[in-house]
């Protein structure tokens, strides 16, 4: 059996990609290989640094050893058949719309191996099941909370997308929550909105909010109320599932101390016990759960649910 895997992680303004040894289950962390992307480019243009991004984390001596090369992507997208559905209201990559990334892709790296795709968000959840800090748990929830809300449901390392356990599509971004859904109150843009609201400052990122809220109190009480709304939103979906781990990526994830005390006991007062991680391979989860794409045993379990995603 060959020995290797491409896992690339297609991001809003990036690709990040890395060499995984599919038989020892560990990243080659000097293969790491990252680039800018503007996302309003031409397709040519898009697909010529991802090409390049991922030719430099291959490297020269180990095509020989490549099973194929799994991609992280964002949706909207045909997963089952490797085609970009980005269109304009997703305000992305737009100029992909229908290309076959994996056709033209084998094209520019001259390789004739297996590209395979799966959503970006369930990659994270795969890579924190298969090697990183939920792969204790049988049943988990994995979220992101970054620009947007991601999350997903694993049993035994494989995603759940339907069934009575888990909301539609194995996701919860899309659910109704106060006022709007749930991607609208878990998601970077709330904070900001939030401490517009009720500081007046306009500040842009959750790092720079984090920091406001070591000397402002009021700041502070908005990542306590983030945490008790958002424990108490997912606190019906994780009894329900049966979750034994809840995984937290994404940039928010690194203020964890400020709203992650409210978020344990909203949780806990419905789901009872259950073992909250922080990502520790963070961005990388997504390239390793989309390498693990090239496991024969993985693929054949996860291939028919490729067009639920």
């Known amino acids: 059996m060959k020995k290797y895997a491409i896992?690339?992680?297609?991001?809003?303004?990036h690709i990040s990609s890395v060499l995984i040894d599919v038989e020892n289950?560990?990243?080659l962390a000097e293969s790491f290989s990252s680039q800018k992307v503007n996302n309003k480019d031409t397709a040519e243009n898009i697909l010529k640094i991802w090409a390049l991004t991922i030719k430099k984390a291959i490297g020269e001596n180990n095509i020989s050893e490549l099973q194929g090369i799994g991609f992280a992507m964002p949706g909207p997208f045909d997963y089952a058949n490797g085609i970009a559905k980005f269109t304009k209201a997703v305000a992305k990559y737009e100029n992909l719309y229908d290309v076959n990334i994996g056709g033209r892709l084998r094209g520019m790296l001259g390789l004739d191996i297996p590209f395979r795709f799966m959503n970006d968000a369930t990659s994270f959840a795969v890579g924190e099941s298969w090697i990183g800090n939920a792969k204790d748990y049988d049943k988990t929830i994995a979220i992101t909370l970054g620009t947007g809300f991601g999350s997903a449901f694993i049993d035994s390392g494989i995603p759940v997308l339907e069934g009575s356990s888990v909301p539609k599509m194995g996701c919860v971004w899309h659910l109704p929550y106060k006022d709007g859904i749930a991607d609208d109150?878990?998601?970077?843009?709330?904070?900001?909105?939030e401490c517009i609201k009720k500081t007046g400052k306009a500040l842009h990122g959750v790092k720079e909010i984090s920091e406001e809220a070591q000397k402002n109190p009021v700041v502070k009480?908005?990542?306590e109320e983030f945490g008790t709304n958002l424990g108490t939103f997912l606190a019906p979906w994780a009894k329900r599932f049966g979750a034994e781990c809840l995984i937290i990526g994404g940039n928010v994830a690194?203020?964890?101390d400020l709203f992650g005390a409210n978020l344990e006991i909203a949780l806990k007062k419905e789901?009872?016990?259950i073992k909250i991680q922080l990502s520790e391979l963070m961005e990388a989860a997504a390239m390793v759960g989309c390498a693990r794409l090239l496991?024969?045993?993985?693929?054949?379990?996860?291939?028919?649910l490729l067009p639920k995603m």
């Open 7 to 13: 896992g690339a992680d297609i991001g809003g303004s």
């Open 25 to 27: 289950e560990c990243m």
């Open 185 to 193: 109150y878990f998601s970077t843009r709330w904070f900001v909105q």
């Open 221 to 223: 009480l908005i990542f």
């Open 254 to 256: 690194g203020a964890y």
């Open 271 to 273: 789901a009872g016990h």
């Open 295 to 304: 496991e024969e045993n993985f693929w054949n379990k996860v291939k028919p």
